[in-house]
């Protein structure tokens, strides 16, 4: 399996902060990565897909960027919505693996 | 719109045999491309993807669960269901489903969940 690693794990900032999320692939995925927002007790919102295609309706203060097997999702002017959880996930195969996860808690 | 919907038992006694239904409307899995995902939570814990199954009837699993999961699709009744045997309390999670929308294997649309707890 395709192993993925996020950092950090947990974030603190502020309201209009600029944040950065880092995933990490075991091995190279090409551009085969999704990020998703999951709130408490809520199924998890697909943000972006191929590392920097943005989801219809998704605000452009998100962005990815990356490709092989480093990818960044990041955040500019954080807004008190977007405090949440976010995943990596990679679809380079059918053995479709998932980010630990990162908390972006307010500071 | 797109709507899915999980359901099965909330308790489930170790070693017992797990069957989930996700329901779904606003897409056939008559539709070349389309295709609905099982992926779980545990409390706490990351997503992990179970299985996957197409509108032609191509089934994948996690290599990990592999022999434990049954993935099938009923598509006269807009249903896929998931069995999953010899039940653990680790395998206590939350349960979705959601909707591959064109052979992409990543997930657009999702159920609510269904939490599953294994316990004696």
């Known amino acids: 399996d395709i192993q993925m690693t996020q950092s950090p794990s947990t974030l603190s900032a502020s309201v209009g902060d600029r944040v950065t999320i880092t995933c990490r692939a075991s091995e190279s995925i090409s551009i085969y990565l999704a990020w998703y927002q999951q709130k408490p007790g809520k199924a998890p919102k697909l943000l972006i897909n191929?590392?920097?295609r943005l989801e219809g309706g998704v605000p452009s203060r998100f962005s990815g960027s990356g490709s092989g097997t480093q990818f960044t999702l990041t955040i500019s002017g954080l807004q008190p919505d977007d405090f949440a959880t976010y995943y990596c996930?990679?679809?380079?195969?059918?053995?479709?693996?998932f980010g630990q996860g990162t908390r972006l808690e307010i500071k | 719109q797109i709507a899915l919907k999980e359901s099965g038992p909330t308790l489930v006694r170790p070693t017992q045999t797990l069957t989930l239904t996700c329901n779904f409307s606003g897409f056939s899995l008559n539709t070349e491309g389309a295709g609905v995902a099982w992926i779980r939570q545990p409390p706490g814990k990351a997503l992990e993807w179970l299985a996957l199954?197409?509108?032609?009837?191509?089934?994948r699993y996690s290599p990990s669960l592999k022999s434990r999961l049954t993935i099938t699709k009923d598509t006269s009744k807009n249903q896929v269901v998931l069995t999953m045997t010899n039940m653990d309390p680790v395998d206590t999670a939350t349960y979705y489903c959601?909707?591959?929308?064109?052979?992409?294997?990543?997930?657009?649309?999702w159920g609510q969940g269904t939490l599953v707890t294994v316990s004696s």
């Open positions: 959601a909707h591959d929308v064109r052979l992409v294997r990543y997930f657009h649309h």
């Open positions: 199954i197409y509108w032609d009837d191509d089934k």
């Open positions: 996930q990679q679809y380079n195969s059918y053995a479709i693996t």
């Open positions: 191929k590392a920097s």
